[in-house]
């Protein structure tokens, strides 16, 4: 899985951080995502997901990793 953000869209509602805090982070001025780790590891791919799902912006977007 890759990940990508988009800062522009970002609301700063926090909702990533609180499903997936190893993968996503808020910038401390504005409350931005910060993306932490843009491949995480199998084991953040449902948290990630969930993140994904939860972002009233839509700016998180999941790219499947190819092999």
């Given amino acids: ?3 990508s953000v988009d ?3 970002c609301v700063a509602a926090g909702h990533c951080v ?5 993968v996503f ?3 401390e001025e ?3 995502v910060v993306l932490l780790d843009p ?3 199998e084991a953040h791919h449902g948290a990630v997901r ?3 799902l939860l972002c009233p912006a839509a700016a998180i977007r999941l790219v499947r990793a190819s092999s």
Avoid: L, N, S, T
């Avoid at 609180?18 to 190893?22: C, I, L, Q, R």
């Fill in 39 to 41: 491949r995480p590891a």
């Fill in 50 to 52: 969930e993140a994904a």
């Fill in 18 to 22: 609180v499903a997936a805090p190893e």
């Fill in 30 to 32: 504005d409350g931005v």
């Fill in 7 to 9: 800062e522009d869209r």
């Fill in 25 to 27: 982070d808020q910038r």
């Fill in 1 to 3: 899985m890759r990940i």
